[in-house]
């Protein structure tokens, strides 16, 4: 049973354990364990006719003969000229390692509260929410023309949960010291971790019309062993067993706030919470799919889901530094539709294939090879 125990890692050791994989990770700013990366976790069969879930709204898109139907959190902009805001019930998870140290998510609730997840800021295509200035800038010919009032918000104050606090096996994670950062983090057993995020939702009777956010702070999962490292969040989408076409279907985030310099310069703070709220708003279900693309720059890494925050996983610095408050955060520049449907010249805010940061992608997807 391997024990959990803070590790002091040199540079050398750590390029000994977790080997550089991504072009990211190629900087003296960071610890560079491992590949800051994300993943979802449980999707429905099929899109639900339900209104026992967050609000939600199809459409399709035709590329080369094929019909892509997507399913998107809020209403349609091409019929709706109004808002829609979703609750969220935050629930931070402090963890209680062997030794006593404790990582605790708690400790980040106001700077979450305070981010451009939830607080307005001004951007090109409005001044409101990072995600949903994300969604305008996607469809802008309507947000432009007909529907100036569309909005996809979540609750700027959302219910906070109390506290779960969690005893750590000894042989389900292990916490590390960064060469580079000096800071404390803990990797967590991916399995071992979802089942504790379940049980969270479970006990708490969150409503199915309710986005459940787990929070923690500097603890990251691995996928079997440590080499395959560091995911910072997910998302996912539960049906019940029972009800006859009409089971509540809970979709929820996992997001990690992670210091400073423990990976490549931008990926920090609110990062991983924005990747996965704009991936949440555009695929809520895990249920849509668009032609099979590539990771830019990458020929043979692939992935055939509409996932606005992957393809950024290998740009270097994702983020889009906001100051709120006196406190820069940094969000993730997202993928936008036009990007995976291939649209040219893209239809977005300024002909945007990323948004906030037009420059970051500048061509639609190239197709997998």
Known sequence: MRKTCIVFLSLFALLLIVPEISVAQSDSQS???GSPTFTTDSSVATVPATSKTVPHWTSSFTYQGVTYPYTMVGTNPASSNSTTTVDVAI???DFVFADGLVLSGTSKVGN???SPNFQSATYTSGTTQYGDAVQRAEFWPFVSGASPNWHTLIDSTPT??????????QNQAVVLVGSVSHRIFALMSYPWFSDRLNEAINSLHIAPTTLPVVLTYNTFLYIHNLNNCCVLGYHGATQSTNGNGNQQIQTYIYAAWPDPNIFP??????LPMSHEISEWMNDPFIRNFV?????????????G???TGDPMEVVANPDFPVTIGGYTYHPQTEAILPWFTRQSPSSAISGAYSYPDTTKL???SQPCQ
């Open 291 to 303: 032609p099979p693309w590539q990771f830019p720059g990458e020929p043979g890494s692939c992935q």
């Open 305 to 307: 889901n509409l996932e």
């Open 362 to 364: 500048t061509m639609p």
């Open 160 to 169: 906070v949960y109390p506290t779960q606090v969690i005893q750590v096996p």
């Open 91 to 93: 629930i931070p998870f």
């Open 265 to 270: 310069p931008g990926w920090a703070d609110v």
């Open 112 to 114: 979450v509260l305070g």
């Open 31 to 33: 610890d560079k364990f």
